[in-house]
């Protein structure tokens, strides 16, 4: 089935493999006069890209943004908006053990086992980097709420157990550390605990969260289209995610309805506000007009340098050692995944909830 | 938007509110000949049902479905099957005060945000009944993937802060006690909880628990398809959850590469198998024949009876004090939803991936 | 598959067969605040009902429409719209013949080959009363263009080789006469061709048309989401329809460019406008502002008195006579379904046009 | 909102502008195992190619496939299947007239009145280049269905007021002459038909015919999603296309039920078959096992080189002469897209029509 394209009214299909020719995505749906150049995706594409930072691999991956149709004397013409992203990286490699084996924690054996066989080199269509196409369009779905007023905004929560204080929260921060974490003192920590991990050959896991601000009140679609529905479809379809949370997710679990339920008082202008948000902005699926806020957790890294049981194409059991170098955590080449992930989702619901009130049409129409 | 159809290939389209003249759904894409009646819907509808317990309110609910199209002589035709429950309380009741503020921590607010008016009567589609439909449709759906060997099992997980001990697991317990704990200890110390929040007009949240067993590899679909993120839409879409897991969920944020990932052995008749199961059944988005696991968190039942403060339509500050008789915990009743959810979801997905190898598409059709 | 639900962000989900318990429609996605009663359906509904008219079965059908959800206080509130019609005539006949046997011009053989067994009484879903949701529907559809300054206008162009003409044209015959002609000399003539068909045992196709006009230019999405070609699928998804023209259709392929080509004049106040309108309202698959007009082509009721050769589900030739009194055309019955469709499709369409233009987004969250 | 995207299981998404930097399509949804190279697709956009005809534009267009993603080791892994067709043709032209004005038969107009704004090099989005992505993507769908014995074959059934008699029906004419009209002298009348109208620098339309040989009885989804309706939304969805017919088409509404009705015999093998086939293949919208016949009527080039009267940007009325050499008919360059569009949407049919028994579901996972 075709599973590679998401949204109603905007939508995007990506497509590529790791060690393919390229990767990319078709923004569709993108409303026409949005100004819109390659600069704009290339700066949430560099944010992706591994680099100089210790935590993540040195494999240099140009990565650099083709528009190829769409966009028009600078601004996008309503139409498909097609971006290529050439793969640098294709020399031939020797995949024979890797073609062979079922790495632990990838998706070796079930994309075999569903399709018969499977591109070996580098994990193919379930790499990381299928995530250039999802960023790309996100970068689209970013521009556009801003030109609505909203902003989207990720960073790293916690890398294994060391999680940032929001009393030390500095957005600066978010740019400033190789781990995006905006808590300098977290940064450090989390960098000595990922140092140690290493050591071992061994690799973290992290939790990274997005909020959103400047929403409308009134996006989101009763009942299996709730905004925090589409979200964590959007959030748990990034590779890695085990679990998403809107508001105060699992914590909520453990407290009392006195504690949980947002007040609702008076905002400025007579406007309907919230004193608190454990909700996370959204009520009934429905945003408030208070900041929404998605988490998400992400597993250890799966390609550790340890040797690690496993078995063959033929089912027999093996040691396998995954060789190259590996990210030991992937929280923060994640983090702007996430962020474009949410930022197109949003767009896309705002765009949907704009034939919810039959006045607000039919002034819309004269 | 149209927000209240669910699935690719098997569909369940829900509709009603809490006190108009009914509830329903239109199931579409069943395969024909499946034994189906309305027994089938019955006992699970029968399940989220307030009853008798001291933890669920005293309303009286007949729900009793009605099948009116797609099953001729006791199996399905392969064309809609159009199930109706119509509500019995519809009695006009004086919603003058309720209809003027909105409830902390329900849907009210957003609703007039979103439509520019509500339907005020018990919360309209907002309300817990809206699941009515969601858990007649699932019921087809288990029992579809029944046919295929497939079973589906939900049960409380925690309440408030009260876990179930998997040592003391005991499937038995999920139909004897009240709060549909597998363990009999947790169930009678949550008791305990729960009746302390009512005596203080409170309320709790809790964590629920959902396992497919006998899921074929291969069911899901790369990249925006995969069988965890529809999974994770479905839950999500359940009113009140405000988290989902996949298999060890947050916990694998804080595990390392070495003991999340999962080893590959070699399982009976020398297929392929796992020695453990942190994934929760998935591998890049798809099933590896593994049980799967799906947790949701809820938050604690917004209905409290203590004076809460709010504003009104108008936007004024009040204080407001929520009538009648509430549960003090919404997670038994929301079991057999995510139950219901989780296997409709499933089954429309192991439809949907017959279609990823040509061979046996080739095979199918000679 | 499910395959009974069309539209985008307003959908329709219809459900039911001819001797089932009844028959019905979800419709999702209206806009709130419409102005909606029992009534509004009704009156569509019962142009397509059979009657006294000469040309149209005796039996007896209610076909009375229940709203059950959606609408409160007398406006639609956003969420779905649900409409039972009850079935009055189920009483059990004899169908030992019809069961076993596959009718010439039925989708019989087809249902079988399809889903392994049908339901056989009266054609199940495959039967025009099929229609009944779809006109339902429609009729909000039409409702909602209505309140936006849009009315769709259906009746039948030609019976047999009796075609209307143009010079007579006189929109209050539409309702005058058994055949929806709006023309009263053609509809005699008609009649007269009709009756010698009855005498023979025979039956007759026809083509029916429909216009809508005031729909504003803009509405329709290239490539694959144009307005013509959504009208099309709606339009061929009708029972009995073999063909589908916008605009001049068919004879526009024996045209020339120069005398097919619409001349742009300036129109009242200084718009845009055509002098002609040999493209039905459409260019690129845009509407431009003109009338629309759309044509189907029905194929003659396939139920005939003759008798006829065909097989039984053995494979088997046999012969058959269909018993029972059968429409000697479809074409009258089928008005109210092509208009309605019409409605509910530029209706959806016209809602997904809103979020074409960014600067009218702009205004629109401003 | 996003119209670039047809199909279900089997999807494309495709994108590009005449005069931006190249056109594509995805591809996603095609089983693994398929054996694909770029000669499989370069064949069918060579059919479309502007050439050495008489009849076609003398524009050289290399239109040179590339295959970017979803093919390894020369077979479909079943990920998307990215193809790009880079624009030699760039060169920067001067636009300064057709800019300001709107060309009659266009999209001109309508893009503006849309977007607000157009790319109005050479028609942009609405150009027939667009069809570059449907013939790629089509010619995957086609090679899929002859895997599965299925073959789709398209030719010219008449030019203006010349048709081809199906006495002398060749199938060989269809690629000897320029016109792919299956009967020599029908093609040479209608060459000469042609020159006429150039010398008087007109243009004719036509009409195409399809036909569909080896489809399985059973593909089609009532009620929306008949195999003729969506076979109707693809062909309807082509440029210039007017009218659509399955079958007879127009010819049944004027025939007799008694004349219409195709006979059900015992064919070979005591399988269920048909002495006639006026239906053209489908019986309520599912496949009967016959060939489907599916014809398009295709307006003439609204491109000729007279004077036209319009009005421009501004609502002015201006005479206009659109420059360059115009095909004078669009027919024999469509073909190959009414080929591989109704081969792809018939593809995607094709696997959908796999759920609808759940005995042969429960065959195939067992």
């Known amino acids: 089935m075709a599973g590679s394209t998401w949204g109603t009214l905007l939508t995007m299909t990506t497509w590529g493999e790791s060690h393919g020719k390229g990767l990319g995505v078709v923004v569709d749906g993108c409303p026409a006069g949005l100004p819109l150049c390659e600069e704009d995706i290339q700066k949430y594409l560099d944010r992706r890209k591994p680099g100089q930072s210790r935590f993540a691999t040195r494999r240099r991956e140009g990565d650099e943004a083709e528009i190829l149709s769409g966009v028009f004397e600078g601004r996008t013409t309503g139409t498909p908006i097609s971006i290529l992203v050439r793969n640098m990286d294709q020399r031939s490699r020797d995949y024979s053990e890797i073609r062979e084996i079922y790495r632990p924690g990838h998706a070796d054996y079930t994309f075999d086992a569903k399709y018969g066989f499977r591109d070996y080199r ?128 699992f914590r909520a679990a453990s407290s009392t309805g006195s504690a949980n339920n947002d007040r609702f008082v008076t905002g400025p202008g007579g406007a309907v506000a919230k004193a608190e948000n454990h909700g996370g902005g959204t009520l009934g699926g429905i945003s408030d007009g208070s900041r929404v806020t998605v988490r998400a957790a992400f597993k250890p890294t799966p390609s550790i340098s340890r040797p690690q049981r496993t078995v063959n194409r033929r089912g027999e059991e093996v040691e396998t050692v995954i060789k190259g170098r590996h990210d030991p955590v992937i929280v923060p080449r994640a983090i702007v995944v996430l962020e474009t992930m949410t930022a197109f989702t949003a767009a896309d619901m705002v765009l949907i909830s704009m034939s919810s009130r039959l006045d607000r049409i039919q002034k819309f129409f004269t």
């Open 122 to 249: 580098g994990g193919g269509r379930s790499s990381g980097r299928e995530t250039i196409g999802r960023v790309a369009a996100g970068a689209i779905g970013a521009k556009l709420l801003e030109s609505l007023g909203v902003t989207v905004t990720a960073y790293t929560r916690s890398i294994g157990p060391v999680e940032i204080s929001m009393d030390r929260f500095d957005p600066e921060q978010r740019f400033a550390n190789d781990l995006c974490m905006p808590d300098a003192l977290a940064a450090e920590e989390a960098g000595r605990y990922l140092e140690e991990l290493m050591e071992g050959q061994d690799s973290a896991g992290g939790v990274a969260e997005c909020v959103i601000d400047g929403l409308p009140p009134g996006v989101g679609e009763p009942v299996f289209e709730k905004l925090d529905a589409r979200l964590a479809h959007a959030v748990m379809s990034i590779g890695a995610v085990k679990g998403v949370e809107i508001g105060d997710g």
